[in-house]
Structures are given as C-alpha cells and as structure tokens.
T-cell receptor
Framework: DSGVTQTPKHLITATGQRVTLRCSPR?????VYWYQQSLDQGLQFLIQ???????AKGNILERFSAQQFPDLHSELNLSSLELGDSALYFC???????????????FGPGTRLLVL | AQSVTQLDSQVPVFEEAPVELRCNYS??????LFWYVQYPNQGLQLLLK??????LVKGINGFEAEFNKSQTSFHLRKPSVHISDTAEYFC?????????????FGQGTRLTINP
C-alpha cells in the first residue's frame, strides 16, 4: 500500500460524457502527478500540481483538466469523452519541491475508465 | 529530450532461473533512473533507483540494476526468480524540464515465471 488513494476504482461511461477522478496523496506529500496508461501509448505523464499550483504539463488533451485543492487532494476532469480515452489513470504523489528530479513518486492503484 | 527503450516486451523464464530485463535511455541532461514494478491490477511500486554514486543499485525483492553511462543502459537483474515476480516492469528516466520533474517511462516488459 503506497498511501495514495484513488476513487473510483472503475468507471464506465458513454462517449460525450464528463467524469471526475479523485486522488488523495500520501500524508505530507505536496506534489501530485497524473498519468494515463493505455495499451497503445503506454504510460504517459499528463500533469503535475505542487501545493495547489500547476507545475508541469505533459501530453494532456485540452478536454482534460485538473486541480489540486487546499487539502492537497486532486481531481482530474475528463470531458467530451471518446472511445480512445479508455485507459487506466494513475495518480502519484511525492514529497520533494519542484525541481527535484531525483524524487520518488508513489503511485495509487489507479482508476480504470471504460468509455462505451 | 529524454526517452527510454525497453528492448523486450515479454520475458518468460523458469522459476529459480536468473533474469535480466534490459533498458536503454537517452538523455541530454543529468539522468536519474528508476525501475518500477506493476503487479496485476495494482499501481506501480518502486523497485530501485539510481541517483549518483555506485553504479550497482540494490532494490527490493532481491532485484539489482547496473547503471552503465557509456552504454546508456540500466538493466535490471535478479539471480533467482520466484513465481511471485510475475509482473510488468517499467524503466523510467527522470529529468528536470522547465523546473519540474518529468518521468518518462519505457513501454514495459512483462515478466512471466513458469514453474
């Protein structure tokens, strides 16, 4: 158990819909990272937040957005869903301040999204 | 730009045999290298990491990896595998991009242990 929690575990929805994935980082961690894992793209970094502020963006679509709240939990919002958005979405957390490339990221169990 | 190539998508081995999972990286800046393991239906768990110092890094569950700068490799090894090592293994390179850490993962190697 990494200490990172994600809800829900599974999500089934239809194309065009909007969903919200939730992540709670380990106690004391200020950074939250979101990743997408799919069969064709592998593990892709989406976005990072540190202490409530966006710090880095990866391959995140404009239909996707995220935020980190004062209690440090984070939400990833996926809208206008397409079949290709079906994937496993991971959240990870870390303790280091931005600019710490040696930091270990601790991963949650993931949310499996299926778009029908 | 940073990239990681895991040379084998699948590696089948017999129980108690040694195994090596290969990883090559490309980076134009100082590298920090990681191996993560993903057991079925679970998230990623850190096995080991190389930051600096000794090129031989020991991790959990009896795994070790050797950083080879001249060959830009970071291969993962275990001298004797167990059925419980069946999982997907990801090599990753970390770099500082625009002031933030970015982890770039390889495509993964599925390790299957046969009795």
């Amino acid at each position: 158990d990494s200490g990172v929690t994600q809800t829900p575990k599974h999500l089934i929805t239809a194309t065009g819909q909007r969903v919200t994935l939730r992540c709670s980082p380990r106690s004391g961690d200020l950074s939250v990272y979101w990743y997408q894992q799919s069969l064709d793209q592998g593990l892709q970094f989406l976005i990072q937040y540190y202490n409530g502020e966006e710090r880095a963006k990866g391959n995140i679509l404009e239909r996707f957005s995220a935020q980190q709240f004062p209690d440090l939990h984070s939400e990833l919002n996926l809208s206008s869903l397409e079949l290709g958005d079906s994937a496993l979405y991971f959240c990870a957390s870390g303790r280091g301040a931005p600019g710490t490339p040696s930091e270990t990221q601790y991963f949650g169990p993931g949310t499996r999204l299926l778009v029908l | 730009a940073q990239s990681v190539t895991q040379l084998d998508s699948q590696v089948p081995v017999f129980e108690e045999a040694p195994v090596e999972l290969r990883c090559n990286y490309s980076s134009s800046v100082s590298v920090y290298l990681f191996w993560y393991v993903q057991y079925p239906n679970q998230g990623l768990q850190l096995l080991l990491k190389y930051l600096s110092g000794s090129t031989l890094v020991k991790g959990i569950n009896g795994f070790e990896a050797e950083f080879n700068k001249s060959q830009t490799s970071f291969h993962l090894r275990k001298p004797s595998v167990h059925i419980s090592d069946t999982a997907e293994y990801f090599c990753a390179v970390s770099a500082l991009i625009q002031g933030a850490q970015k982890l770039v993962f390889g495509q993964g190697t599925r390790l299957t242990i046969n009795p």
